[in-house]
């Protein structure tokens, strides 16, 4: 699964310690996701759209 967080925390000058703050998961958490190596639950996705205010569909792409 592809996902354009970075892109998000860019837009929104947000450092990944940041983002993790706001939604209760830790740096590291962020990062994996970032890089591909985490897929993250269906409530942290939707956490992910909601913080950013878009959908699921515009943050993460299904390879």
């Keep these: 699964m ?3 967080i970075k892109v998000y925390r860019a837009m929104h000058d947000l ?3 940041a983002l993790a703050k ?3 998961v ?3 958490t962020i990062l994996a996701i970032e890089k591909g190596k985490y897929d993250p639950s269906l409530d942290l996705a939707f956490r992910i759209a909601r913080y950013f205010h878009t ?3 515009e943050v993460f792409q299904f390879d």
């Design 2 to 4: 592809r996902n354009k």
């Design 22 to 24: 706001e939604l209760g």
């Design 55 to 57: 959908t699921v569909e």
């Design 26 to 28: 830790t740096r590291q």
């Design 15 to 17: 450092t990944q310690d």
